[in-house]
C-alpha cells in the first residue's frame, strides 16, 4: 500500500536535540533538521555517523572537515557527508543550515554523541 500521508512541521514548535538541532520534518528513509545560529566553537574531534548528510548553508560561515579536506561553508553552498567518512564542523561565525539525513538521523539517538 501506498504511504499518502502528508506532514507538515513548523520550526517554531519543534523538538530540539541535544546538541541543538531543531528536528524537522522526517519520513521513514529521509529526515530533516535546522541548525540555527550555531555559535563559533572550538576544533571538535572528527566524527562518523551511520546516515548520509545533505546540507544547506543559510547564514554565516563554517569549516567542513571531511576526510583531510576542508570546505568553506557560506550562505549558498551545499555539501554531502557521505555516510561513515570522518569529519567535523567548525562554526566561524553564527551559522545556520538545513540538512537532510538518510536514514533519519534522530532514530536511535544516532546524531546525540
Do not use: C
Amino acid at each position: 500500500m501506498t504511504d499518502t500521508s502528508v506532514k507538515k512541521v513548523d520550526s517554531t514548535h519543534s523538538p530540539k536535540g541535544q546538541l541543538g538541532q531543531k528536528y524537522l520534518a522526517s519520513g521513514k528513509s529521509i529526515s530533516m533538521r535546522l541548525w540555527e545560529d550555531e555559535q563559533p566553537s572550538a576544533d571538535k574531534q572528527p566524527t562518523s555517523r551511520e546516515y548520509e548528510t545533505v546540507g544547506y548553508a543559510i547564514k554565516g560561515r563554517a569549516e567542513l572537515h571531511l576526510e583531510g579536506q576542508m570546505i568553506l561553508l557560506e550562505p549558498g553552498s551545499s555539501w554531502v557527508v557521505p555516510k561513515g567518512a570522518n569529519h567535523t564542523y567548525k562554526i566561524l561565525e553564527p551559522f545556520t543550515a538545513v540538512e537532510a539525513t538518510s536514514p533519519p538521523a534522530q532514530i536511535h539517538g544516532r546524531d546525540e554523541n
